[in-house]
T-cell receptor, first 114, second 112 residues
Framework: AQSVAQPEDQVNVAEGNPLTVKCTYS??????LFWYVQYPNRGLQFLLK??????LVKGSYGFEAEFNKSQTSFHLKKPSALVSDSALYFC????????????FGKGTSLLVTP | DGGITQSPKYLFRKEGQNVTLSCEQN?????MYWYRQDPGQGLRLIYY???????QKGDIAEGYSVSREKKESFPLTVTSAQKNPTAFYLC???????????FGSGTRLTVV
């Protein structure tokens, strides 16, 4: 099955600093990759996706992600973090073996301090 | 507004009871999904449906059942066979399999 891994359970960043949330993938063929954000006791909200084309993908709320085929990575980035960015972030990949359902990573908790 | 609605938001179940979680969407999406979320484990796929009257088991289907009689609706039943049902349950839909999801706001199920 196609899968993603998020190596960090938590990332701490000071407000105004750049942030990176890491994701690596294990996929045969061309991956469809996604990032979602979850606030407490809420559903997930879509941030951005990579299907094909430009390796730098821009998404909602100033987030972007860079697809790197040689490193099999799809890291989420933002140039200047806000306290309101504190949330749980999930990387996901489309899985052909389960009818193209998304397989999610375990999530990374982002804490932005003032 | 188009969206996906889960109800109830909170649900309490006694040991040995079956309970049904509702998921309704008015986005005209073909595909619908149920995930279970536990702390530190991410989201795990329970069942998915790509079209009306058809559904498939996901990674952790044991102790759960679903139906897809209408395009708009994909209810999940947590049966008494599910030994550890306490979790946050998320429903999602997609215009087509493999595209991004729209999520509901979730149902938190607790066994009492």
């Amino acid at each position: 099955a196609q899968s993603v891994a998020q190596p960090e359970d938590q990332v701490n960043v000071a407000e105004g600093n750049p942030l990176t949330v890491k994701c690596t993938y294990s996929v045969s063929g061309n991956p469809y990759l996604f990032w979602y954000v979850q606030y407490p006791n809420r559903g997930l909200q879509f941030l951005l996706k990579y299907i094909t084309g430009d390796n730098l993908v821009k998404g909602s709320y100033g987030f972007e992600a860079e697809f790197n085929k040689s490193q099999t990575s799809f890291h989420l980035k933002k140039p200047s973090a806000l306290v309101s960015d504190s949330a749980l972030y999930f990387c996901a990949v489309r899985d052909k073996e389960s009818g193209y359902a998304l397989n999610f990573g375990k999530g990374t908790s982002l804490l932005v301090t003032p | 507004d188009g969206g996906i609605t889960q109800s109830p938001k909170y649900l309490f179940r006694k040991e040995g009871q079956n309970v049904t979680l509702s998921c309704e969407q008015n986005l005209n999406h073909d595909a619908m999904y149920w995930y279970r979320q536990d702390p530190g484990q991410g989201l795990r796929l329970i069942y998915y449906s790509q079209i009306v009257n058809d559904f498939q088991k996901g990674d952790i289907a044991e102790g759960y059942s679903v139906s897809r009689e209408k395009k708009e609706s994909f209810p999940l039943t947590v049966t008494s066979a599910q030994k550890n049902p306490t979790a946050f349950y998320l429903c999602a839909s997609s215009i087509s399999p493999g595209y991004g999801y729209t999520f509901g706001s979730g149902t938190r199920l607790t066994v009492v």
